[in-house]
Every structure is written in structure tokens, then in C-alpha cells.
């Protein structure tokens, strides 16, 4: 049986409610709320020790986007504190939360109160709230792609070219924050005018339709398509050169990208995939550091015994070096697919290893110790002295409520599924897209990821709670038509 809504093509306006500003100051309030209760900066070495350093300094981590120290250094550092920081991360939470039910209002068309209690659960993701309270870039990220994604489904049904525009500015912002979203980024510029234009071509090519009708949308198809591409390009070169002036190195997106692809896929390298012979020694020689154990991808990426410290002392040029190891990288890619594959198989299927995600949650929280270098800047700085060693680490309330809402995050997990299950009952291109989006990024939490993390999942949170209660809705209709058809 599909269901579909009426007018369920067209935007509603979600102003008229009196109940909205109310609901907005609540969830900001409840955001301070949450931080008065949890108030102190958390930090996940050396992520935020990368970004405090572009803070103090300017310097440009190579394998890391570079614009979220400068918000560090535009907010905190004239405070001389971390809290400011933590003000406007709370107060992008609640923005998203805010978003969230937008889209669940104007571009679902539920009621008023699933689209609320959708605000609400937003509001207290456990993905969304611990991060809210460090030095990391999730909560600022997220809050980019909920606004993208929320002009990315008004596309879907107005197809305006200033939507096109805001959407590549949007996504350009998104990577200068979060690189992770860059196959998102660059995916949608392409599947986002298909999409929408896909009703109007299935309608101009059925049998009997004009020929002028059908020239009309190819034509405005292609130029959708072609300004879509023609800002991408653009506009990430832009961010390429500005990473690259500030960087004193070429137009890049990042400057380790290569050394990332070789320590993921490090278990499947051989030899022969390496155009450099002094790399593909170093391969052969993988036994000594434990390159074919999957487990050990990360050592092989940070430790300076393994993988990816080797090849720099025997590469001093590190973008010779990068440059080599993402060669190779993708030779291993196409000798042998099938491997790669089941190596992504394999990271995925670790998220159902309950102990190792139990493990996992507590290794994304971060470690106690503070790098020496950066110690003094933090207490002359922000005013903040290192923590103190005590033994077990003790949690606060918000990094609790992390850890304990394990069973969630299997629920996020599976949100494309949740998508397909949806796009059985009505046929509608938001929830395809949604389902592009999960599937991305369930692909590069698997395929591009050296362990299943659940700090990854963070934005297929955010589909997940859109989702649900779309599918709620469902169940409700579908239960009101069965009620109605029984005497």
C-alpha cells in the first residue's frame, strides 16, 4: 500500500504556528541548561591540539581542515577563555535542532508535534551533545550540513539557481571545517539536479509527450547541472589556493590524504602496487610492524615505526611522499578491489562488535595527557591548567550519557535502511536523497576509516532523526486507513 500525503510536493510554511518562537527559546534554553550542568572544554588529542595550534600560531595542519582554529582564535582568544567556544557550539546545536524540524515541517509535512519532538531529540542526540563541549569540529560541521541538506531537499522542489549557489557555498564551508564531507560535498553537485529533474524528464519522455517539452527539461537539466559543477570546481579551487597560500605549499585539499588511503589499506598492500621500489621494500617488509593485521592501521599511520613513519625517513619530501603513497593506495585499489572490499566489509561489521564499539566510545573521548608544547599555552592563554592523573578516567555527565547510549547508535547505523524502508511506502526524491547521503557516509566510515568509530556516525544521527519520525507518521496513516476500512 503507498501512502502519499496530499500536496506533499509543495513547502509548508512553518511561521503560522504560535507555539514556534516558544519552541525555539526552549531549545535553547535547554541547551544552557546542558552546559551549566557541564560546563568545562573536553579535548580529543591531537585533533584539538591541531586546531588550538592554528588558533595561537596560524599554522595549517596537513591532515586536517584548517578553519575551525581561526573560529578558536576569533572567539576565544580576546576572552582568554575556552567557554565562548563552548557558547557558540551550544547555540549551533540548538540551530540544528531548529533545522531539523524545519525540514520535518516544511518539507515532510508532519504535524507540528512529531516535527517538535524531532527538534527535541535533536536537541539531546548523544552524538550531538558530547561533542558540543570540545575542541573539535563535529557540532560546527554538522550544524553546515544540516543547513545544506535542509536547501538541498527545497531544490528538490524549486529548482532555483541561487539554491545551487548557496548549496556549493554551503559545502565549501562544510570541508573547511570537516573534510569527511567532501564525497558528499562533491556527490550531491551532481546527483541533486538529477533528482529533481528526474519527475519532469519520466513525465517529457513518456509516449505522446511534445518534443518541444521534451528539449526544454534535457536543456534545463543540463544547466542545472552544468552551474552545479562549474561553482563546484570553482569554489573548491578557491579553498585549495587559500589552504595552500596559508600552508606555504601547493593547492590542496590536505597534504596527507595519501598517507591516510595507504595506512586504511595497509592490509591488502603488495609490493607490486608501489611505483617506488623503495616503498614496495618497505611493504614486503610489512611483517616486521604488523602491516596485514587490520587492527593495527592506526599504529601504522601515527607511529613512528610503522608504515607511514618509515616511508617519511626514507621520503624526506613529504608531498613526494604523500604523492607515492596515494599512488599507491589506488594501484591497490584497482589491482585487487575484491580485497579493499572486504577489508571495508570488515571495518563495517566491526560496529557489531559490541566490545570493540564499547572500547571505541571511550578511546573518542579522548585521553587525559596534554601534549608539553602546548601545556603553557593553555594556562596563559585560556586560562586552563592540564588534568590532573587520578587513575580510572572519571567522565562527566555529558561523556556518560555518550558512553551509556550505546543501543542507539545501532539505530544510526542502519538510518539507510530506515530510508529504504521509507521510500517503499512513498516514492518521494528527499527520501532518495537521504539515502544517498547515509549511504556516503556509512561508505566512508567503512571503506576510508582505519577502525569503526562512533564519533563517525554523528551525521547519520542526524538522518536518523529525521527519518523516524517521517516513519512514525506512516505507521499512523497507514493504521488510520486499516481502522477505516473495518466496519
Known sequence: MTITPPDYHKLVDFRGDAGWWL?????????FLLLAVDPLPKFFMGDSGSYLWTALSGWIPPDRSFFYGYVIRWVSLSTHS???????????????????????????RLSWSLSYSAGFLCALDPLQLVWERYVMTETVSLFLYAAMLLISLFYLRQRRYWQLVALQVLGVLLISFRISYLLVVQIS???????????????????????????????????????????????????????G??????????????????????????????????????IAQGNEFGLREMRRRNNQLYSAGALIGRWKKIERDLDAADRIARQTALHSLLHHPGAVFTLGARTFLQYFDVQHLQNQAKSDLGKVDWPVTLTGKMESQFRLAPPRHSGKPRH????????GALPYYYVALLSPLLCGILFFFFRESSISLLFVHGAIFLTTDSFLAVTASVRYLQPLSFITILTVPLLVDVLKTRRTALVSTIP
Open 189 to 243: 553537485a551532481v546527483i541533486l539536479p538529477l533528482v529533481a529533474f528526474f519527475p519532469l524528464l519520466r513525465d517529457a519522455f513518456r509516449i505522446g509527450s511534445p518534443a518541444g517539452r521534451r528539449i526544454a527539461v534535457a536543456r534545463s537539466l543540463g544547466l542545472h547541472l552544468l552551474v552545479s559543477l562549474a561553482l563546484l570546481l570553482v569554489l573548491h579551487q578557491v579553498y585549495k589556493s587559500l589552504n
Open 82 to 108: 575556552l567557554s565562548s567556544l563552548l557558547i557558540l557550539q551550544s547555540l549551533l546545536g540548538a540551530a540544528t535542532s531548529i533545522l531539523a524540524t524545519i525540514v520535518c515541517r516544511t518539507v515532510f
Open 396 to 403: 562527566s555527565i555529558l561523556q556518560r550519557y555518550f558512553l
Open 23 to 31: 519552541f525555539c527559546l526552549l531549545v535553547v534554553l535547554l541547551k
Open 245 to 282: 597560500f596559508l600552508a606555504g605549499r601547493e593547492p590542496a585539499y590536505l597534504y596527507s590524504s595519501g598517507f591516510s588511503m595507504l595506512a586504511t589499506w595497509a592490509p591488502v598492500l603488495e609490493p607490486s602496487d608501489s611505483p617506488d621500489p623503495r616503498l614496495a621494500y618497505l
